[in-house]
């Protein structure tokens, strides 16, 4: 097997990784159990001597101790209970296998849901019981689904592209596969070899079948539907000895490496362990690569597979525990339902099967949140270790991410300041595209404060699983609005969206970072470019986050370099109430839209400003705080209050409303905005403090790439921000200031004149 | 003093429960230490042998078991720990006893406001510790005030009505003296007799005589103003040995009792405890109720103030409980702050002291909720019980609240089902009009469900002490829109507000409850009457909240006797998302108005429909449940759409999207509604189960106050309601349905056909 390995990088070229580390020599000749046959076409691996069953997840052997366990930690005790009473609760109802009829969201679809999760818990509690009843409802169910499977023809409600035959979508079917093979391992003893033929035969192989063939481009797709595919087939191939579908799951169908399990982990974490699609689809599409990989470590542990791309499954999870803000919610980012916390079923395989593997004592913080483990040894090391008083805090730190698969695809960063739930995040993100779940949103901006969120990203245009919206699917707004550019907190040049909106080409490219400085107490700063979302334009941000005093300012710097004279929109969307203004808004009595195509068709234009002197701010309050934007403005400048709501017949769009400032740049130019986090109300005791803007003036100084940003407060106060935006290292920098000239060394130096 | 109250209450008529019970007579003769005066203008008591200080709340013999709790306790500990944080960062600070100038949520404001809480703490902390440095401060500090106070004349910000001198409005200089005496109380025994005479002659008489001289109406008037004004200057009183203050709190100025403690205590409570200006200002004006009322009973116990009124004062305090939805914030009906919960520390002195007089141990749940005690016996008391065990579930139950001085004014209803957190509540409004605060919404409706409002309050157009939104005060927009009737999920005849939003009007008559009976498990029901809110029309609005299956439905039946024909509008407003509905809504793209006056101008039409055939429904999300509305139509009902921001320069409205079905009314008819609760939606594994609607049809048959209203669903199971409207208690009632005629006995009856 692992001279097959070998022989398959070898021919699909090995990457750096496994060719620096040579992880996969070491072991080479310890594969007692695994018999490897070469050839290109004939490749195969055979699992012998895993005579005891269950050996995918739950382990023979862990069993005794799992019930001992169960006894002494609450936490075991508390997941055993909730499975036992959902199969309970299941053995009480009957069994129930519909004809395939709804789609996401209506009975059909969510029966078939609920058999899986009631197959998978009554087969572990078989286990833990050894009560038979468990076993039997399995088996049942199992023959059942065997006598209805080969049956049918594509589910009635399929839509374009891979359509399941339980279920409307494919994928629903390969996580079925996931769920119910594992109950099939925990009741394969108790089965006599005739039922053993039935349900493999008839169901399983069935199942697999119809991936391998009439779902096969999915199921040799880079993607998450990819990785559900590979890890319900590559799992039921460990399950019935079968080496080829675990082949198959492995390097695609072909055996040719241009798909499967390895290439998944290969092209879609980066060495930071971030998933190109985004944190909500990490979090999904973690469960499979664990489990999956798990699965692998039980019965094939030479493959080293959570070694593979130097530990990047642990990896992975850590850094998706990152992605949240302080209430566990994910950064709803590309294609996300928003209310996803880390809170979910799915991610506790995640924890605990990285707590098992790397020992870290923060991941108990999550674990212990999340309420319940897995029945198995990594879930009883995890309640065992947080009974024993293990835990460490989670901490949310200011990070980079580096994106891609070799990590030079962009990222994000997060720049975080405070402690706990009060605590102040800007997530920049500078990714790649993030393939068609990925947003067209370069260089966008997110600010969440005190749990909540102040500038947010607008996530999908979904209402998941809810029938009267289109049964839960991705909304036709999800690709007119939630994708375009507009949508997002970034900048817009003429009206268009980052690479006129083509995901082939935005695929192509992605953003760089340039400068990250997050280790200050005071300041933290971050720098990228992006010189392909618009054709003539190259697009630099710059975020710095300042504390000072009981505020914080966020300095956010636009540096653009093109060629003519655009226009630009540059949009923040906003949570709460306007509070004030330094500048009349005039709200208008009549139905505006703010533009014709690419998300522009949505916005209402609610209210508008002409006309600026040197500075436009506004200032609103959500929760307990108060937010300020402040805005170097000129006579051409023109702003909007615009809300959601345009060419949306069937209200698919949620309220949103968002500030636009317009302008003009005749070349390059730059556009600098001030965010300002400040003041506090106490609902309980209706105290408010500080909310009214403290800044009296901002300005920026420049000499091409030698920028000079002032924010004098009202108080006489007075930050200076210095920066090289070319990040030169030089140590000669000068700005003209007025009438002198300022000069520092480095590429960025904050001064504070009190 | 018995005597004087005694032939006080001859002369202004004893009320009933005084009569009868004859309360006032015991104890008579053990006024040891009060000596009474005759005379009806120059009534005063005097309060001798109470040498010993503290005296008000926390009293001298007390301290010792306080301190010996402190370290037993920890609630206790926690919240002397909490007062002695304070105290000690206010002595760190040093003393700023700023020249009055800003209003609300300004320096100044906010400065004078934490000064009498920092008093208030170092006061208590120097009982319980002895140590002299925070008597030190309070003293200084005083002796400050007593420097600035009789230099000072009207604050400069003063609007219209009862402005203060420290303070923009009269009101928070009463709280600051309610707090202040407090203080001083407990620093009195460590002062040198001058430095007590700069303190009382320069100082709090001062106070005094400014509010019995120039804001001599606001102290006399029965409304919360007037409650923390005679509590501060009674308590100042009390210390002070001033009898004829202590007089004049009790019985207004000119000692006639048309005002004063004890006539506001028989106005402004119900007998059921609740209050005329509700929840928000019941949370609010309770403190100087409860805490001057402590103060009596602690110095003039033969007054057994807590008896007064059959002992509404305990009441009230469980009744405002009540009045909160799962989440512990108060239903914000008339004017009110939505986020207000009864975590809130005015209301501690609330619990501790209700807890201590009735020792109902379901108030330790909400004590214990709210994290600290009182310093002094009745937080003591609390703690103790806290830790021994004693706390019992605080429930809330379906319940009818009677307003008015002797309950008949109306009143509140609140259906409730289900527990816990996943409470249903629905809140029928049809008390009297509350005062100057009070809304225009006669038979209002309100729907909680798990936690978040589904048809909610708009409750105040007010952003509470902050600056710019006019330093906190009330805005215009309170008036223009948070009054009037079309704001509030209640009928509105041809867009006028009820009584055309006279205040005058409105406080003479009440709305009258007809029936209620919340008695069973599976329905719960209400109905009541307005015969005065519009000149020409009877209202009635009966409401049956339904359990069945897995679903609630709230039938909600208007029977409307007129002369004239008349153009109706009812509206629903509602939180999250339009999901569905079963006609085309029309989303309009112009911008129209709703109307021009009494709210209508501020409401823009979103989408509108005509022309309906039986029936109409629209299903809406929020949270983890989903909603319909059903009801009854014909060809000439008109559906809108309608969100809040019309006519609204300075975003001083919150979002807030309604539906509005208008019809027409030849003389007299009735309108169907039927709300739907159901389904749910599971963010953490994302299932969604029940979002659709469940409802068929929906039919009315009646035969003037006979009805009969069905409700088929759609698995063909059939609600059946039979209703006597006149609630008569016949045993003969008959209503002919299509072709046959259906009889029950009583005033009504629930069928289920499965």
């Known amino acids: 097997m692992m001279n097959l390995l070998l022989n398959n990088m070898v021919k699909n070229k090995m990457p750096h990784w496994a060719r620096r580390k040579k992880i996969y020599l070491s072991g080479f000749l310890t594969l007692a159990t695994v018999v490897v046959l070469f050839g290109s076409c004939s490749k195969s691996i055979s699992i012998e001597g895993h005579e005891s069953y269950p050996k995918l997840i739950l382990k023979k052997q862990d069993v005794p101790q799992i019930v001992e366990g169960i006894s002494k930690y609450p936490l075991l005790k ?67 689904y065997a006598e209805l499977y080969p049956t049918l023809g594509l589910h009635p409600m399929k839509k374009n592209q891979a359509p399941g035959k339980l279920f409307w979508q494919g994928l629903n079917e390969s996580v079925w596969l996931v769920y119910t093979i594992q109950a099939y391992d925990c009741i394969h003893d108790f089965l006599t070899d005739t039922e053993r033929k039935i349900i493999e035969e008839n169901l399983f192989k069935e199942v697999v079948k119809f991936f391998l063939t009439e779902n096969k481009s999915t199921f040799n797709r880079i993607h998450n539907h990819g990785t559900w595919a590979v890890a319900g087939v590559g799992m039921t191939g460990l399950v ?64 080293k597979i959570f070694d593979y791309k130097s530990g990047v499954l642990n990896r992975a999870v850590v850094t998706l525990l990152q992605l949240t803000n302080t209430d566990g919610r994910f950064y709803p980012i590309n294609d996300a339902i928003k209310d996803k916390t880390w809170i979910t079923p799915e991610l506790v395989f995640g924890t605990n099967i990285a707590y098992f593997n790397t020992h870290d004592s923060t991941i108990l913080d999550v674990a212990q949140k999340q309420g319940e483990v897995m029945l198995s040894i990594e879930g009883l090391e ?20 580096r994106d891609g698969k070799n990590g030079d695809a962009g990222g994000l960063a997060i720049l975080r300041m405070g402690k706990n739930e009060k605590q102040t995040s800007v997530l920049f993100k500078f990714t790649s595209q993030g393939m068609g779940h990925g947003h067209f949103d370069r260089l966008n901006l997110n600010i969440f404060d005190r749990g909540v969120e102040i500038v947010p990203d607008y996530g999908a245009a979904r209402f998941i699983n809810v029938v009267a919206k289109e049964g839960g699917r991705y909304l036709n707004e999800n690709k007119t609005w939630a994708k375009q550019t507009i949508a997002h907190n970034t900048l817009v040049i003429n009206q268009k969206s980052n690479f006129n909106g083509s995901v082939k080409l935005a695929d192509k490219f992605s953003p760089k970072l340039l400068f990250t400085d997050l280790s200050n107490a005071n300041i933290q700063m971050v720098s990228a470019i992006d010189e392909n979302c618009y054709k003539n334009d190259t697009i630099q941000r710059t975020l710095a986050l300042i504390e000072f005093g009981d505020r914080k300012f966020l300095i956010d710097l636009f540096n653009i370099k093109g060629i003519g004279r655009v226009q630009y929109d540059l949009p923040t969307y906003f949570n709460g109430q306007i509070i004030d203004s330094n500048f009349e808004i005039q709200r208008l009595n009549q139905y505006k839209i703010l533009g014709n195509n690419n998300g522009y068709q949505h916005l209402v234009i609610d209210a508008e400003s002409r006309a600026f002197d040197s500075l436009a701010r506004v200032t609103w309050a959500i929760g307990t705080g108060f937010y300020s934007l402040t805005t170097i403005t000129n006579t051409h400048t023109n702003f909007y209050v615009v809300r959601l709501g345009a060419n949306d017949p069937n209200y698919n769009l949620r309220n ?89 060394q480095g590429n960025y130096k904050l001064t504070i004149k009190e």
Not at 131 to 142: C, I, S, T
Not at 382 to 401: D, W
Request: glycine share 8%; hydrophobic share 40%; aromatic share 12%.
């Open 240 to 303: 019935l000895g079968d080496t080829l579908m675990v082949k198959q799951a492995l390097y695609s169908t072909e055996l040719d490496s241009t798909g499967g399990f390895l290439r998944q982990i290969d092209e879609l974490f980066s060495p930071d362990g971030y998933y190109a699609e985004g944190p909500y689809y990490q979090r999904y599409a973690l469960l499979p690569f664990v489990i999956f990989a798990k699965a692998l470590e039980n019965n094939i542990p030479e493959l």
């Open 656 to 744: 949103q409303q968002g500030f636009i400032f317009r302008g003009e740049l005749a070349g390059s130019g730059k556009i600098l905005s001030v965010y300002e986090l400040h003041g506090n109300y106490n609902p309980s005791t209706e105290a408010v403090l500080g909310s009214e803007s403290a800044i009296d003036s901002c300005k920026l100084f420049d000499d091409n790439d030698r920028v000079a940003v002032y924010v004098t407060l009202k108080n006489g106060k007075k930050i200076g921000l210095f920066i090289d935006l070319s990040f030169s290292g030089s140590n000669s920098n000068r700005v003209k200031v007025d009438n002198s000239v300022v000069t520092w």
């Open 78 to 144: 508390a997941s055993f209970e909730k499975a036992k009473s959902i199969a309970d609760n299941a053995i009480l109802n009957g069994i129930e296998i519909p004809i395939p009829k709804d789609p996401g969201g209506g009975y059909t679809h969510e029966k078939h849901k609920r058999n899986y999760i009631e197959m998978y818990n009554a087969g572990l509690v078989y286990q833990l019981t050894g009560e038979e009843k468990y076993a039997v409802f399995v088996r049942d169910m199992l023959l059942k």
């Open 382 to 401: 995890v309640a065992k270790a947080i009974e024993q008083g293990h835990v460490k805090t989670f901490v949310r730190k200011p990070i980079v991410i």
